[in-house]
């Protein structure tokens, strides 16, 4: 069964960082591109970042390029994404996203989300 686990949000002043991991089951993350989206009230989800299975090339928003650091830790199977210089616009809630082959077509499969709070 595959399943995503977003972990490591949370309440941070403007300027801080955190670190979100996405932990898979059911299937290998170094063999498919990863992602990360988020969504703020209000809004539709964004791509914020994804790192790519053929070579490990990285994409990132340009919203938060030079901020934000997505990395794979393939024996752990987990995938980071590292936040730093937050800002109050950053606050959503952080997706972890994986799309997986299934027949002829492909499945997208989402983690639950974690919240993270950007705010003095």
């Known amino acids: 069964q595959v399943q995503l686990v977003e972990s490591g949000g949370g309440l941070v002043q403007p300027g801080g960082s955190l670190r979100l991991s996405c932990a898979a089951s059911?299937?290998?993350?170094?063999?498919?591109?990863i992602g990360w989206f988020r969504q703020a009230p209000g809004k539709e989800r964004e791509g914020v970042s994804c790192?790519?299975?053929?070579?490990?090339?990285?994409y990132y928003a340009d919203s938060v390029k030079g901020r934000f650091t997505i990395s794979r830790d393939n024996a752990k199977n987990t995938v980071y994404l590292q936040m730093n210089s937050l800002k109050p616009e950053d606050t959503a809630v952080y997706y972890c996203?994986?799309?997986?082959?299934?027949?002829?077509?492909?499945?997208?499969?989402w983690g639950q989300g974690t919240q993270v709070t950007v705010s003095s």
């Open positions: 059911g299937f290998t993350m170094d063999r498919y591109t």
């Open positions: 996203h994986a799309e997986l082959p299934y027949g002829l077509g492909s499945i997208d499969y």
């Open positions: 790192i790519s299975v053929s070579d490990g090339s990285t």
